[in-house]
Nanobody, 123 residues
Framework: QVQLVESGGGLVQAGGSLRLSCAASGRTFSTDAMGWCRQAPGKEREFVAGIRRSSLMTYYADSVKGRFTISRDNAKSTVYLQMNKLKPEDTAVYYC????????????????WGQGTQVTVSS
């Protein structure tokens, strides 16, 4: 089992920044592929960003490229999502997740999920 705990959400004005953190515990050796997904009210959960522990390769949804940066500190078993130039359409609950299959861009491939943290961007 892998436990994931997110923090860092909140209310920010458009153009502002937030940094989300995700602390992993349990079978952290299996958390090679980790990512962030989000779900806005009335919409399906969507992939935002992903990163691999071994190669540190990163992947981003087109909607956040150039604004969001995913990173990880393997020594701390923590994954971060730096979000800059936030837009009202970024408003959602953001979830940290771990994929045992290694597939990052498909939300159904994630096996473990955090409880989510709310990000609200005001216009």
């Amino acid at each position: 089992q892998v436990q994931l705990v997110e923090s860092g959400g909140g209310l920010v004005q458009a153009g502002g920044s937030l940094r989300l953190s995700c602390a992993a515990s349990g079978r952290t050796f299996s958390t090679d592929a980790m990512g962030w997904c989000r779900q806005a009210p009335g919409k399906e959960r969507e992939f935002v960003a992903g990163i691999r522990r071994s190669s540190l390769m990163t992947y981003y949804a087109d909607s956040v490229k150039g604004r969001f940066t995913i990173s990880r500190d393997n020594a701390k078993s923590t994954v971060y999502l730096q979000m800059n130039k936030l837009k009202p359409e970024d408003t959602a609950v953001y979830y940290c997740a771990a994929s045992l299959s290694g597939i990052l861009v498909v939300t159904s491939e994630y096996d473990y999920w955090g409880q989510g943290t709310q990000v609200t961007v005001s216009s």
